[in-house]
């Protein structure tokens, strides 16, 4: 059974850099039509989905955070990555990452990030 597991720094200064790992368990991320995605929710606010990354390594961004995230992954530790440059306060959410295959959607548990000075 695939298991996702969001890493983070927890607390982010405005104007810094966040960046947020996901590793990934009980499967590998270059598994054909495997799709490895960010998502968060601001407090009291819906999911946005914020990109992903594929099986092949393409990168897909919401257009609203086109230039301010990125997507990367490390395939010899079974991670993925998101970036996301000079935050805001309006970048306080939870983070999930989540694999999407078919029918199939698996989530992390997610973690709390909260941009603070």
């Known amino acids: 059974q695939v298991q996702l597991q969001e890493s983070g720094p927890g607390l982010v200064k405005p104007s810094q850099t966040l960046s947020l790992t996901c590793t990934v368990s009980?499967?590998?991320?270059?598994?054909?039509?495997?799709?490895w995605t960010w998502i968060r929710q601001p407090p009291g606010k819906g999911l946005e989905w914020m990109g992903s990354i594929t099986y092949s390594g393409s990168t897909s961004v919401t257009p609203s955070l086109k230039s301010r995230a990125s997507h990367s992954r490390d395939t010899a530790k079974n991670q993925f990555t998101l970036q996301l440059f000079s935050v805001t306060p309006e970048d306080t959410a939870v983070y999930y990452c989540?694999?999407?295959?078919?029918?199939?959607?698996?989530w992390g548990q997610g973690t709390q990030v909260t941009v603070s000075s």
């Open positions: 989540v694999l999407y295959r078919s029918s199939l959607e698996i």
């Open positions: 009980g499967g590998s991320i270059t598994t054909n039509y495997h799709y």
